[in-house]
């Protein structure tokens, strides 16, 4: 099948668009790939320091100088289910090294915050900027110089983003990611929102919310809906960083463990002395990352990704913009509903067909590139196939060429959309974006009178007094990355969809962000500019009448507002002290806008 030509346009913008930055940048990372093993150049003070813990053989390897070493750079710790399961990874990728003739090492680790316990708190604060700390603390783990390859493991939020982005200072090791899989599914969806409905109602107390979120957070592994979490996991498949199909495999079981084997044996494989080079610079190209937001628009993944795609790309000298996010979803269907865009979790959309049936339907229709490297060889085929265990043995076989469950995944020809449903809207607010693929029809066009906050706690007070009972738009700013480090006001959603639920229509309005769980709610998210740097949203008022119209890709106020004087700036200082906050000034002052990544780390030295 020959390529859409939206994506065949969509790329070429994208490499026009990097030019000499993506040139030079490719042109530097190459050049640091050496024709010895990396640590040749150390001196023997500076290597006898990197091996001298280590044991006999493995002392006995590194001093010889002529196998690959291996980097294991990781985000376990034992409070987060996700990253939980990764504590064994460290000694099975050991061994697996040995066993193939090299080394493995522990280079580091980076640290792993769970959006689900600071969802609402001072915490969620430092959320987004731990991205840029993960991938600055990447960096100071192979700084070192010791390393042919490095396999990265890390799973939730910020977490692979922000492993990809300190990967890419090291382009020219060939990377391997390793995922620690979902957790086995609990309480169903559904019933774990009702819950949370019944509680913002308060028809249940906490007693019975805690019963029913434990029930659905029950053990090892992630969270079991299709946030940003499992859709990183969807993106390293889908852009070559993965063995095919282990995004979706239960932690702690034969299949992930013999996964995670072969992940070491790969990166081995790869290393430059080998026969079979493969530098995390030629898999991240700018082919590489369309197929990514290709996939983030057939299976409906998190908006968060508007920002952390962005970020990576700009590691890689390679410059996406939103235009290239809607673009892509205009032309590609929606394949997947996983809650919160259907009733199943992943665990059901693993067993339906999972990305191995979605891959193997786009590659038929022409919506991804072929001609990509991963870190398997050339092209996308190996992805449409599964591994399984045969007599005790990792193999793969091909995947489902039909849905096991069609109301789980679909053929290209029975989407459950002809398009992605994530747009970018404007206006005179600027720029935003919106997911509708959970948006009943009905709900995605909405004109009311804003009613204005500064803070989330402060929507959630005005729903207990019962001043919302009615059709209106939430405006909540000064959420921005420069004002607070752009939160997720998940805790918005189901206040909201009670009240939408009681037939009013609502919508929210901010210049901070959703978690990749946003719903049925209409949200114009990531506004840009926001309050701080000079946006319009800053000047919104109470009873301003608001039209948030997905469908037509417009979010407006029907006022002059360039016409009213800026609004003085609240107090921020409760934002900026406590829980670490404090530590992270220098970041909003840096940080980029939501388009460009909402990022600190690429700030131009002469």
Known sequence: MSLHPVLQEVTDRIIARGGDRRAQWLEETRARAGTKVERSHLSCTNLAHGFAAMPDRAKLMLKVQEQPNVAIVSAYNDMLSAHQPLADFPAWIKEAALAAGATAQFAGGVPAMCDGVTQGQAGMELSLFSRDVIAMATAVALSHQM??????????????PGLVIGALSFGHLPAVFVPGGPMTTGVGNDEKARIRQLYAEGKVGRAELLEAESQAYHGPGTCTFYGTANSNQMLMEFMGLHLPGTSFVNPHTPLREALTREAARQAVSLWHGGGRYTPLCDVLDEKAFVNGIVGLMATG???????HLVAMARAAGIELNWDDFHALSEVVPLLARVYPNGKADVNGFQAAGGLQFVIRQLRRGGLLHE??????????????????????????????ETPGDDSIVRPLDRPFSPDGGLRVLEGNLGRSIIKISAVAPEHQVVEAPAIVFDDQDDVLAAFQRGELERDFVAVVRWQGPAANGMPELHKLTPTLSVLQGRGFHVALVTDGRMSGASGKVP????VTPEALKGG???RV???????????????????????????????????????????????RRAVSAAEEGACTLFVDED
């Open 301 to 307: 993944g998190s908006t968060n990704h508007t920002l």
């Open 147 to 160: 390393f042919d390859a490095a396999v990265y493991l890390g799973v939730c939020d910020k977490i692979v």
């Open 371 to 400: 001609d990509v490297t991963t870190i398997v060889g050339k092209g996308l085929e190996a992805y449409c196939r599964e591994p399984y265990l045969k007599d005790g043995r990792l193999a793969w076989r091909d995947g489902a």
């Open 541 to 587: 008022r109470t009873g301003d009448r608001v039209r948030l119209d997905a469908r037509r890709g417009v979010l407006e106020v029907l006022a002059d507002l360039g016409a009213r004087p800026a609004q003085a700036v609240p107090d921020l200082r409760p934002h900026r002290r406590g829980v670490g906050r404090d530590l992270f000034g220098h970041m």
């Open 523 to 526: 949200a114009a998210i990531h």
């Open 536 to 538: 319009l949203i800053g």
